[in-house]
Nanobody
């Protein structure tokens, strides 16, 4: 069993910053990749940023230069530093993990999500 604990969401004014965290625990042998996705009301879920086990990152064009994804491998924790936030960044942000279980198989798992609201 795997648990993903997300934190750091909230209400922030336009131009402000937030830092999201996603901590993975449970029957994980190794983490292969982690990512942040978001879904706003009426919109489809979209990938915001991802990071692989070797530290490679990718970002949605809409957040490049404003958001930074990082991870602490020792803690199985991923972060998303969000700066210069805009009202259109308002969404539920969910983390996901692709990992190798202790049985040697690869799995994926999603967190429950944390609300980010950017409003004056």
């Amino acid at each position: 069993q795997v648990q993903l604990v997300e934190s750091g969401g909230g209400l922030v004014r336009p131009g402000g910053s937030l830092r999201l965290s996603c901590a993975a625990s449970g029957s994980i042998f190794s983490i292969n990749a982690m990512g942040w996705n978001r879904q706003a009301p009426g919109n489809e879920r979209e990938l915001v940023a991802g990071i692989t086990s070797d530290g490679s990152t990718n970002y949605a064009d809409s957040v490049k230069g404003r958001f930074t994804i990082s991870r602490d491998s020792a803690k199985n924790t991923m972060y998303l530093q969000m700066n210069s936030l805009k009202p259109e960044d308002t969404a539920v942000y969910s983390c996901n993990v692709i990992y190798t279980g202790r049985d040697g198989y690869e799995y994926g798992y999603w967190g429950q999500g944390t609300q980010v609201t950017v409003s004056s």
